[in-house]
């Protein structure tokens, strides 16, 4: 592939301080934890933002005049088509790490020198798809640092590499701000370095575009003495402020339909860290608790609903346990599963379903008088029935990977260390497809998988072979590590961990290297934007 490098030029950044405001501590309602929960037992009106921050509280704008410095055009820019899909991601250029945006087919895009600046705090950005708006117009990043008091938030055209600053993030007084931070908490176990260590940990993690691209959620510490939530309209340009607590931002991300802003803030950074998880409205009208002294962070939440999340617990000793849907919308939380379970959460597309492999039915669980037989259990969300899985060979490890749809509901994909795969059902039959492979993995729709063996494979829901492209090298594929789907269902990228990535087209069959300088394992992001 060609991909041709573009001449960036950055502006010098200015930055100009922002007022300081009181912080306001959120007072939204807490989701019932009863199973479940009845209507007398419903939580309590929801908290507004009315009711959470007063209502003279100007919008912040931004410090300086939002103008582009231009950019030269990308050399050959007219053959990239940006109309279609493209795939984003990192890769070590010869002056640097950029910034590459590939075509659908995998045979041209550009670079632009990556603007992530690893000094900016102790912490990188959570991912780069956190970065880059789902249309592929912008990619926020920092520059400054916390270390020399000018960390600012900025936003790069992803066309031409022009940027921006949007707004300085710290407080005039950084980092002055803490002691008056911790002596509003008076708490003699959270002191001024406490809050510090988790507001630089935090403040470049907790960033996320809206589905849209209309909106980019961001950490700020521009009003008061802790980190809150802000909102930056790519339209207008301006920004509003849409919490206000004591506890540092952690992470942000959205629902699917972008109606909701789910947040993560904590008082420590750290092993054993917790979150008080908070759900904002778009418009910042409402405000709702959704879990407090959460484990869970923003990386390992999954919608199974427009409005619903998986949510469970994690510490030493039992691991992952209390497995729960929390509704944004009602304020309900319903526990499926109490006890301990191994990994993450398996949700099924249509989100009727979970699997997961249970190690004990509550916590804490005493087994001595009733033993509990570990393994794999469906949970009906619904119902909150849980069918356990019957496996076909005790002897063996059991893997499963991902769900299809199909006409009866959600199936199931599993392997065993042998690479046998199987199919599992809603009632926890387990049926053998006669098909070997690894890397298994669903398509957008959820209605194809793909599986590797002397071949990349693409199968439907029944287990019908659908496509199949040759290997040329089997020690090309040495280290496998990611296979992403091209949006249309027409071809994976597979990539590996020695940082090749190979474009397969099943209408071609076509098997090429693509890029050879994947940034791995930093970062690892390989998406398509549109």
């Given amino acids: 592939m060609n991909i041709k490098s573009v001449v960036w030029v950055l502006i010098v950044i200015l930055l100009a301080g922002c007022s300081s405001a009181t912080p306001v501590p959120p007072a939204a309602t807490a989701i019932n934890t009863a199973v479940p929960p009845t209507e007398q037992s419903q939580p309590t009106k929801t908290a507004t933002a009315e009711n959470l921050f007063p209502t003279t509280t100007p919008e912040i704008k931004p410090s300086l005049a939002f103008k582009f410095e231009k950019a030269p055009t990308p050399p050959g820019g007219s053959e990239f088509e940006r109309n279609s899909p493209y795939l984003v991601y990192l890769r070590e250029g010869t002056a640097g790490e950029e910034v590459a945006q590939v075509d659908e087919h995998g045979t041209s895009g550009w670079v632009l020198p990556s603007p992530i600046n690893p000094e900016t705090t102790f912490s990188n950005p959570r991912s780069l798809s956190s970065l880059v708006s789902p249309d592929g117009k912008w990619m ?29 993030l710290l407080t005039p007084d950084y980092p002055g701000n803490f002691d008056r931070g911790a002596a509003g908490i008076g708490s003699s176990v959270v002191t001024a370095q406490d809050l510090q260590q988790t507001f630089e940990y935090g403040i470049t993690r907790a960033i996320a575009w809206s589905p849209d691209s209309k909106h980019l959620a961001f950490a700020g510490q521009m009003r008061g003495d802790s980190s809150d939530l802000y909102l930056w309209d790519a339209g207008t340009h301006e920004i509003q402020q849409l919490s206000s607590g004591r506890e540092e931002m952690e992470w942000i991300t959205w629902s699917p339909d972008g109606k909701w802003i789910l947040s993560g803030s904590s008082y420590f950074v750290g092993a054993g860290m917790t979150y008080s998880i908070f ?26 609903y427009p409005h619903t999340i998986l949510i469970f617990k994690s510490e030493n000793g039992p691991g992952n346990y209390q497995l729960q849907t929390a509704d944004i919308e009602s304020g309900r939380a319903i526990t499926l599963w109490s006890g301990a379970f191994y990994d993450r959460p398996v949700a099924g597309k249509m989100g009727n379903s979970v699997v997961i492999y249970a190690v004990t039915p509550t916590w804490p669980y005493d087994d001595t008088n009733n033993p509990f037989v570990q393994g794999y259990r469906i949970i009906n969300t619904a119902t909150n029935k849980s069918t356990t899985v019957n496996l076909p060979d005790d002897t063996q490890q059991y893997t499963i990977y991902d769900s299809v749809q199909t006409e009866t509901g959600d199936v199931y994909i599993m392997a065993d260390d042998a690479q046998n795969i199987y199919f599992v059902t809603s009632d926890g039959t387990v049926t053998s497809t006669g098909i070997e492979g690894s890397n298994i993995t669903a398509g957008p729709d959820k209605r194809l998988w793909a599986a590797v063996s002397d071949a990349v494979n693409m199968y439907n829901s029944d287990g019908k072979i659908l496509g199949t492209v040759d290997i040329p090298n089997a020690a090309d594929l040495i280290g496998l590590s990611r296979i992403v789907w091209r949006p249309d269902s027409s071809g994976v990228v597979l990539a590996t961990s ?27 992001d390989l998406f398509w934007v549109k």
Wanted: proline share 4%; net charge negative.
């Fill in 140 to 168: 926020a990043f920092y520059s400054g640092s916390t270390a020399t008091g000018d960390l600012t938030l900025n936003i790069m055209k992803m066309t031409d590499g022009a940027s921006s600053p949007i707004t300085p």
């Fill in 279 to 304: 759900a904002t409205s778009a418009d910042g009208k409402t405000i709702k608790g959704v879990a407090k002294d959460a484990t869970i962070d923003g990386e390992d939440i999954q919608w199974i």
């Fill in 498 to 524: 020695m940082g090749q990535l190979y474009m397969v087209d099943f209408d071609s069959k076509g098997f090429s290297l693509m890029d050879d300088s994947w940034t791995q394992p930093i970062m690892q």
